[in-house]
């Protein structure tokens, strides 16, 4: 089974991936995640990644696409694709991609969440500098902001404030709102309301995904 994940920011879309890969062993994609494995890796095209961020370039979708195929080789039950593809660009080359291996998307998971909603939940995050556990100030209940696991001060994220989410928000709209379209037409997108609780997310997400079956 082949998932594309779309959402907006902070709609819970690598919270969701992690609960979708635990449940249907399939293997998880995040590009983000992809670079920086290679960056640690010796062969021929972690060097050229290596080079390409040195200069402060982007690297191109040739090679995302080639680290996504070599994950694809080992991925028996399929894979839920996080952070890819951005445009509509790249959803066709990705699309070429599954072609060339005899494979297809099977579903597009659309988290839709309001603009405001996901806003509020950016500016509720908090972090733990000492062990990383990531807290929603709205949930929950606590006197002071201290680490449940290991008692440190909890902070924010210094890109956790409004004036990047809404950049980052911005670029969402521009470039990757319009593939909901275009997936709809392909019969192959799914929404699903994201400003419910995470384990209410996953529970539709189960439920749409049977219907698939
Ligand atoms: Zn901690």
């Known amino acids: ?15 969701q991936a992690e609960l979708i890969v635990s449940k249907y062993q399939v293997k ?9 494995k290679s960056l640690k890796q010796e062969d021929s095209i972690s060097k050229e990644i290596r ?8 690297v191109s ?13 080992t991925a028996k039950e399929g894979v839920v694709l996080d ?12 699309e070429q991609l599954l072609q060339k291996l005899g494979q297809k998307v099977d579903a597009v998971l659309y988290l839709s969440i309001p603009k405001e909603v996901a806003k509020k939940r950016i500016l509720a995050r ?26 440190t001060s909890l902070v924010s994220r210094e890109d956790d404030n409004e004036e990047t989410f809404d950049l980052r928000y911005e670029t969402y709209m521009r470039e990757t709102n319009p ?8 019969g192959l997108l799914i929404e699903i309301d994201a400003s419910l609780k995470k384990e209410e997310v996953f529970e539709v997400i189960e439920q749409k995904l049977r219907m698939l079956n």
């Open 1 to 15: 089974m082949n998932i594309i994940l779309l959402a907006p920011p902070a709609a819970g879309k690598g919270t």
């Open 126 to 151: 908090r972090t733990c500098p000492n062990c990383g556990k990531i807290y929603n100030m709205q949930i929950e209940e606590m006197l002071e902001e201290l680490c449940g696991s290991c008692h």
């Open 51 to 58: 080079e390409i961020m040195k200069a402060g370039k982007l």
């Open 28 to 36: 998880h994609i995040s590009t983000g995640a992809l670079l920086r």
């Open 83 to 94: 952070g890819f593809p951005r445009n509509r660009v790249q959803a066709i080359e990705y």
């Open 179 to 186: 593939l909901i379209s275009f997936y709809q037409e392909k």
């Open 61 to 73: 979708d040739q090679i995302i696409l080639e680290l996504i195929e070599k994950e694809m080789d």
